[in-house]
């Protein structure tokens, strides 16, 4: 697991994909949410604008990312 530090508090689930590198476009982020690929914490999430706060961790097709503060 990786963590990602992020500016702020927050950040959105879609965004924070690309962040990640979890995934290479937007698109291809929005396709995958819907598609019930993306879990937060554990469970799947399909909401692309879900807010995500440090300690957060972001799991694709076996690959995580942990959102970490600045």
């Known amino acids: ?3 990602v530090p992020i500016d702020g508090d927050m950040i959105r689930l879609g965004q924070f ?5 979890l995934i290479d476009t937007g ?3 929005k ?5 019930g690929d993306v ?6 999430d399909t909401r692309r604008g879900r807010q995500l706060h440090p300690g ?8 995580t990312a942990r959102v970490a503060s600045t």
């Not at 396709?31 to 598609?35: F, K």
């Open 1 to 3: 697991m990786r963590d």
């Open 31 to 35: 396709v995958l949410i819907a598609s």
């Open 17 to 21: 994909l690309k962040l990640a590198d």
């Open 56 to 63: 957060d961790v972001v799991e694709v097709f076996g690959r």
């Open 39 to 44: 879990s937060v914490n554990g469970e799947v």
């Open 27 to 29: 698109g291809e982020g």
